[in-house]
Protein backbone atom coordinates (compact mmCIF):
# COMPACT_ATOMS: atom_id res chain seq x y z
CA UNK A 1 0.00 0.00 0.00
CA UNK A 2 1.08 3.44 -0.99
CA UNK A 3 1.86 6.68 1.44
CA UNK A 4 -0.78 8.16 -0.33
CA UNK A 5 -3.40 5.25 0.41
CA UNK A 6 -2.40 5.50 3.76
CA UNK A 7 -2.78 8.92 4.30
CA UNK A 8 -6.09 8.72 2.75
CA UNK A 9 -7.55 6.30 5.08
CA UNK A 10 -6.01 8.36 7.90
CA UNK A 11 -8.16 11.36 6.47
CA UNK A 12 -11.02 9.38 6.13
CA UNK A 13 -10.87 7.56 9.85
CA UNK A 14 -10.29 10.94 11.10
CA UNK A 15 -13.10 12.67 9.43
CA UNK A 16 -15.36 9.69 10.65
CA UNK A 17 -14.44 10.44 14.02
CA UNK A 18 -14.69 13.91 13.79
CA UNK A 19 -18.50 13.34 12.87
CA UNK A 20 -18.95 11.40 15.49
CA UNK A 21 -18.60 13.95 18.03
CA UNK A 22 -20.42 16.20 15.88
CA UNK A 23 -22.83 14.18 16.09
CA UNK A 24 -22.80 13.37 20.14
CA UNK A 25 -22.31 17.19 20.64
CA UNK A 26 -25.53 17.48 18.58
CA UNK A 27 -27.62 15.54 20.19
CA UNK A 28 -26.97 16.79 23.54
CA UNK A 29 -27.96 20.06 22.08
CA UNK A 30 -30.87 18.74 20.49
CA UNK A 31 -32.07 17.08 23.99
CA UNK A 32 -31.63 20.93 25.85
CA UNK A 33 -32.45 23.13 23.11
CA UNK A 34 -34.89 21.24 20.52
CA UNK A 35 -34.04 20.19 16.90
CA UNK A 36 -34.84 23.23 15.21
CA UNK A 37 -32.71 25.14 17.55
CA UNK A 38 -29.62 22.71 16.36
CA UNK A 39 -28.18 24.57 13.57
CA UNK A 40 -24.51 24.63 11.37
CA UNK A 41 -23.63 27.52 13.39
CA UNK A 42 -24.74 26.78 17.08
CA UNK A 43 -23.55 22.83 16.28
CA UNK A 44 -19.98 24.88 15.51
CA UNK A 45 -20.04 26.75 18.77
CA UNK A 46 -20.68 24.10 20.63
CA UNK A 47 -17.80 21.40 19.20
CA UNK A 48 -15.39 24.06 18.77
CA UNK A 49 -15.55 23.12 15.36
CA UNK A 50 -15.51 26.38 12.17
CA UNK A 51 -18.93 26.56 10.96
CA UNK A 52 -16.80 26.21 6.88
CA UNK A 53 -15.35 22.49 8.48
CA UNK A 54 -18.97 21.48 9.42
CA UNK A 55 -19.90 21.74 5.70
CA UNK A 56 -17.29 18.93 4.89
CA UNK A 57 -20.12 16.47 7.16
CA UNK A 58 -23.55 18.37 6.68
CA UNK A 59 -24.33 20.02 3.57
CA UNK A 60 -27.58 21.69 5.27
CA UNK A 61 -29.19 22.19 8.75
CA UNK A 62 -32.10 19.65 7.49
CA UNK A 63 -29.37 17.42 6.51
CA UNK A 64 -28.10 17.45 10.03
CA UNK A 65 -31.30 17.29 11.84
CA UNK A 66 -31.70 14.29 9.58
CA UNK A 67 -28.76 12.51 11.09
CA UNK A 68 -28.90 13.57 14.60
CA UNK A 69 -32.46 12.28 13.89
CA UNK A 70 -30.46 9.03 13.29
CA UNK A 71 -28.15 9.50 16.33
CA UNK A 72 -30.95 8.99 18.60
CA UNK A 73 -31.99 5.92 17.24
CA UNK A 74 -28.28 4.52 17.85
CA UNK A 75 -28.30 5.76 21.29
CA UNK A 76 -31.59 4.78 22.51
CA UNK A 77 -31.14 1.33 20.45
CA UNK A 78 -28.15 0.93 22.54
CA UNK A 79 -29.36 2.45 25.75
CA UNK A 80 -32.84 1.18 25.99
CA UNK A 81 -34.33 -1.49 22.97
CA UNK A 82 -31.32 -3.76 22.81
CA UNK A 83 -30.99 -4.52 26.18
CA UNK A 84 -34.89 -4.92 26.66
CA UNK A 85 -34.83 -7.34 23.88
CA UNK A 86 -32.61 -9.34 25.84
CA UNK A 87 -35.43 -10.29 28.62
CA UNK A 88 -37.82 -12.95 28.33
CA UNK A 89 -40.67 -11.91 26.46
CA UNK A 90 -43.85 -11.17 28.22
CA UNK A 91 -44.18 -9.12 31.63
CA UNK A 92 -40.33 -9.89 31.81
CA UNK A 93 -39.18 -7.80 28.94
CA UNK A 94 -42.43 -5.26 28.79
CA UNK A 95 -41.21 -4.52 32.53
CA UNK A 96 -37.42 -4.20 31.70
CA UNK A 97 -38.38 -2.37 28.32
CA UNK A 98 -40.36 0.43 30.46
CA UNK A 99 -37.72 1.01 33.41
CA UNK A 100 -35.24 1.39 30.68
CA UNK A 101 -37.51 4.11 28.60
CA UNK A 102 -38.08 6.10 31.57
CA UNK A 103 -35.56 8.59 31.99
CA UNK A 104 -33.40 7.06 29.55
CA UNK A 105 -31.71 10.56 28.10
CA UNK A 106 -29.80 11.50 31.70
CA UNK A 107 -28.63 7.83 32.02
CA UNK A 108 -26.94 7.94 28.01
CA UNK A 109 -25.20 11.17 29.04
CA UNK A 110 -27.71 13.70 27.80
CA UNK A 111 -28.12 17.09 29.32
CA UNK A 112 -32.14 17.51 28.65
CA UNK A 113 -34.78 15.30 27.76
CA UNK A 114 -35.72 12.88 25.16
CA UNK A 115 -35.13 14.11 21.78
CA UNK A 116 -38.23 12.34 19.77
CA UNK A 117 -40.62 13.53 22.40
CA UNK A 118 -39.40 17.15 22.11
CA UNK A 119 -40.17 16.95 18.12
CA UNK A 120 -43.36 15.54 18.97
CA UNK A 121 -44.47 18.57 20.06
CA UNK A 122 -42.25 20.92 18.34
CA UNK A 123 -42.79 19.94 14.46
CA UNK A 124 -46.39 19.01 15.32
CA UNK A 125 -47.74 21.91 12.52
CA UNK A 126 -44.86 21.63 10.10
CA UNK A 127 -44.26 19.97 6.87
CA UNK A 128 -41.36 18.50 5.56
CA UNK A 129 -38.73 15.80 5.28
CA UNK A 130 -37.26 16.35 9.05
CA UNK A 131 -41.37 15.75 10.56
CA UNK A 132 -41.88 13.02 8.23
CA UNK A 133 -38.25 10.95 9.82
CA UNK A 134 -39.98 11.90 13.41
CA UNK A 135 -43.11 10.35 12.15
CA UNK A 136 -41.43 7.31 11.16
CA UNK A 137 -39.56 7.10 14.02
CA UNK A 138 -42.17 7.18 16.43
CA UNK A 139 -44.13 4.89 14.00
CA UNK A 140 -41.59 1.79 14.76
CA UNK A 141 -41.06 2.62 18.39
CA UNK A 142 -45.35 2.13 18.98
CA UNK A 143 -44.53 -0.89 16.97
CA UNK A 144 -42.00 -2.17 18.91
CA UNK A 145 -44.05 -1.74 22.35
CA UNK A 146 -47.30 -3.50 20.44
CA UNK A 147 -45.07 -6.17 19.61
CA UNK A 148 -43.90 -6.36 23.33
CA UNK A 149 -47.42 -5.80 24.65
CA UNK A 150 -48.86 -8.83 21.98
CA UNK A 151 -45.77 -11.24 23.02
CA UNK A 152 -47.10 -10.42 26.86
CA UNK A 153 -50.43 -11.46 25.48
CA UNK A 154 -49.57 -14.95 23.84
CA UNK A 155 -47.02 -15.91 26.90
CA UNK A 156 -50.49 -15.39 29.31
CA UNK A 157 -49.09 -12.84 31.43
CA UNK A 158 -51.94 -10.31 30.28
CA UNK A 159 -55.54 -11.13 29.35
CA UNK A 160 -56.27 -12.05 25.87
CA UNK A 161 -59.20 -9.48 25.98
CA UNK A 162 -55.88 -6.74 26.33
CA UNK A 163 -56.54 -4.13 23.24
CA UNK A 164 -52.85 -3.90 22.42
CA UNK A 165 -53.27 -0.98 20.62
CA UNK A 166 -54.83 0.90 23.72
CA UNK A 167 -52.84 -0.37 25.56
CA UNK A 168 -49.43 0.83 24.26
CA UNK A 169 -51.98 3.87 23.57
CA UNK A 170 -51.54 4.55 27.25
CA UNK A 171 -47.59 3.41 27.72
CA UNK A 172 -47.49 6.21 25.33
CA UNK A 173 -49.59 8.82 27.08
CA UNK A 174 -48.10 7.92 30.49
CA UNK A 175 -44.42 8.42 29.12
CA UNK A 176 -45.24 12.05 27.57
CA UNK A 177 -47.14 12.82 30.80
CA UNK A 178 -43.47 11.82 32.49
CA UNK A 179 -41.90 13.79 30.15
CA UNK A 180 -43.80 16.90 30.79
CA UNK A 181 -43.70 16.68 34.61
CA UNK A 182 -40.07 15.93 35.13
CA UNK A 183 -38.80 17.87 32.25
CA UNK A 184 -41.83 21.44 32.34
CA UNK A 185 -42.85 21.43 35.61
CA UNK A 186 -39.57 19.48 36.94
CA UNK A 187 -41.95 17.67 39.46
CA UNK A 188 -39.19 15.59 41.38
CA UNK A 189 -41.58 12.68 41.86
CA UNK A 190 -42.36 12.25 38.05
CA UNK A 191 -40.59 9.16 37.62
CA UNK A 192 -42.80 7.52 40.75
CA UNK A 193 -45.82 8.94 39.47
CA UNK A 194 -44.91 7.19 35.79
CA UNK A 195 -44.84 3.82 37.39
CA UNK A 196 -47.44 4.26 39.61
CA UNK A 197 -49.31 4.32 36.37
CA UNK A 198 -47.70 1.88 34.42
CA UNK A 199 -48.20 -0.84 37.11
CA UNK A 200 -51.53 -0.04 37.80
CA UNK A 201 -52.27 -0.43 33.95
CA UNK A 202 -50.58 -3.55 33.66
CA UNK A 203 -52.05 -4.72 36.76
CA UNK A 204 -55.72 -3.92 35.38
CA UNK A 205 -54.86 -6.82 32.72
CA UNK A 206 -53.27 -9.03 34.83
CA UNK A 207 -55.92 -9.10 37.51
CA UNK A 208 -58.39 -10.56 34.26
CA UNK A 209 -56.01 -14.15 34.19
CA UNK A 210 -55.69 -14.07 36.94
CA UNK A 211 -59.82 -14.48 37.64
CA UNK A 212 -59.96 -16.34 35.15
CA UNK A 213 -57.00 -19.17 36.84
CA UNK A 214 -59.38 -19.07 40.04
CA UNK A 215 -62.62 -19.71 38.12
Not at 42 to 53: C, E, F, I, P, V
Amino acid sequence: MTIAALMAIHRAMKGSRTKERLLRVGLDQVSVFGLSAVTLGQLADASGLSKSGLFAHFQSKEELQLELLDQFVSVIGRRVAEPAMRAAPGLPRLHRLLELWLGWPARAGLSGGCPLSAALFELDDLDGRVRDHVRELEAQWRAMLVEVVSDAVAEGDLSTDTDVDQFVWEICGIYLAHHVASRFVRNRRARVRARTALAGLIERHQAVVARRLRN
